[in-house]
């Protein structure tokens, strides 16, 4: 049957299974917002387009599922890029779908045309970098082979980021809606193993300290639970990178918590001190994790590294053993090896006397001045510990001070590290896990930046928790220009709204929190569950936690 390339848009998103697109409209693109109207796909409006791009990728992050963003030609198009580029870091299947500008006009000055022709700029160029595939759809004879390159591209074994930019007149032509036909929908699980795991168990046998270093990769691959069995029945330690919070679950005795500068540093003294094998599960050793690339976390040690991605293996540190597979059924093989020929579970001596030694971060002047975030995280794991959404964009503080328990949910702030991000992800995110408590954390710089999808999510009744902290600076350039610039102070500090009248104006309800009993009382009273809360959370401008910085 002939429909129209709006029509067949929206269907293709409906096989891929989309319920949400998130974006705004522009006249470039009506023709398919106008065929929403007939289709089990709801459109979320949004403020900035960049939200709309940071929504998809935290409905993507936490449904482990496509999902879709839609703007206009030109500035639509262009709003969208920090998003997307986050959502290519994050390695996230976000669909974008653009109008253009006729084809008939394209070189001729179209208003907002952003087809490269004739001096206009160029969508495709701006989005080569941060998609795994993008196309200007001129035609439609090749839509069917496009629309199944896009999704190999979102779903294949390494998904990030799609673009499809469709001119106006080509969304008003029709096609055969047969050509859905030729989309060819891959299996993640079909990725096995390549590489035999017999070398990976020998060196497991052979340690007396092994650690097991789990990163993003494990929860992409769904092995928890077979890595929390390796762990426990062996008695490995764990530790994880930032985004692996949780993996194994935090304040148990086989973990070591997190890996990484902004961390309390307990981990990184086991390895350093103890550790004669890291086992590497999908965790990328960035610069953070890797202490700035520290080659003591290796001096002396074995290193072994699974990865679903081939171009992982050995980008950081030279493995002695690598495994490009599935992480899951590499674990699962492993442990089937090593309790086949019963090998005794490692001592677990020296992790016990690790486990007694006193924090060295931070001094206890400093503890002192961020006990607030000390008690919310802990009031936060408490009130919460099964299925709470947590986004995070200051990450600081989580990271020494919110216990992750395996079964709930840490989404940090990574990919490109962009301020702004946390509410409409978790705005996104929650569109998703329609009954998760859902948690934006964020500085008062970065909530600047997004405040404005507050809105939507009241426009569309999306409870939500934004926690704002507030302490009328960017603390991460006050420290840097602290330590590294002399005290000399440029442009941190700044005035903050009144959260209160702001909360008002929004119509959502303020909290504010400069004390134990104010938080005993937030959670204790407030629903924070079913309702919009912007949380204020008070703290001392001077005071930061005094983590290594590169620069
Ligand atoms: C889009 C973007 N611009 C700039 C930065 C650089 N940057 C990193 S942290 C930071 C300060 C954040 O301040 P705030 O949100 O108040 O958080 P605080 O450090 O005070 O907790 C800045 C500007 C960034 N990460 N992202
Ligand atoms: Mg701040």
Redesign the pocket.
Known sequence: MNIPVSELIVRYLERLGIDTIFGMPGAHVLPIYDCLHDSQVKSVLVKHEQGAAFMAGGYARVSHRPSACIATAGPGATNLI?GIANAYAERLPVLAITGETSTYIFGRGGLQESSGEGGAIDQGALFASITRYHKLIERTDYLGQVLNQATQALLGREPGPVLLSIPYNVQKETVDDGVLEQIHFPSPSAIRHTTPTDELAELIRAAHTPVIVAGHGCIQAGARDAVAALSASFNIPVTTSLKAKGVVAEGTPLSLGCLGVTSNGDAYRYLVDHADLLIVLGAGFNERTSYLWDAKLLTGKKLAQVDRDAAQLGRVFQPDVAICGDIRAVVEDVFAALQADGMPPKSRERLDGHQATAPQNDSESLTGAFRLMQDFYSGLAQRFPHNALVFD??IVFAQSYFDVSDRNHYFPNSGI????HAIPAAIGARCFAKDSPTFAI??????Q?CCMEMMTAVNYGIPLNVVV?N?G?????RKNQFQLYGERYIDCDFVNPDFALLAQSFGVKHHRIETRDDLDVLFDRADLTGAINLIEILLDKHAFPRYLSAR
């Open positions: 920090t964009d200051n590290s962009s301020l702004g964020l500085g008062d710089g970065g909530f930046m902290i302490n600076t960017m603390s991460l350039i």
